[in-house]
């Protein structure tokens, strides 16, 4: 009975800046480690990064030091700061948790358009 629930996509310029924030339940939150994914159109879901139950964190290549995955143990919730964002980051953003059979959310839409 895990629940993820995304929230804060939006769409933004260019260059601007975006939140999200993943809201759980169901699982004790600060024993496992949370993921971040995005599926743009017509493409595979890929890993965007991850951040352990301890607070160390791996990004896929592409951020190249754009986003910052963060965690709140306190309220349930992952989050993922996105910085200088491109429209190739045009997707919808799904997290999950490692560890712990969950289904995925709704996701939650980022389009970067001028």
């Known amino acids: 009975q895990v629940q993820l629930v995304e929230s804060g996509g939006a769409l933004v310029q260019p260059g601007g800046s975006l939140g999200l924030s993943c809201a759980t339940s169901?699982?004790?939150?600060?024993?496992?480690?949370m993921v971040w994914y995005r599926q743009a159109p017509g493409k595979q879901r890929e890993f965007v990064g991850r951040?352990?139950?301890?607070?160390?964190?791996d990004y896929a290549s592409f951020v190249k030091g754009r986003f910052t995955i963060s965690r709140d143990n306190a309220k349930n919730t992952a989050y993922l700061q996105m910085n200088n964002l491109k429209p190739e980051d045009t997707a919808v953003y799904y997290c999950?948790?490692?560890?712990?059979?969950?289904?995925w959310g709704q996701g939650t839409q980022v389009t970067v358009s001028s």
């Open positions: 169901g699982f004790t939150f600060s024993a496992y480690a």
């Open positions: 999950n948790v490692l560890g712990v059979s969950a289904n």
């Open positions: 951040i352990s139950s301890s607070g160390g964190r």
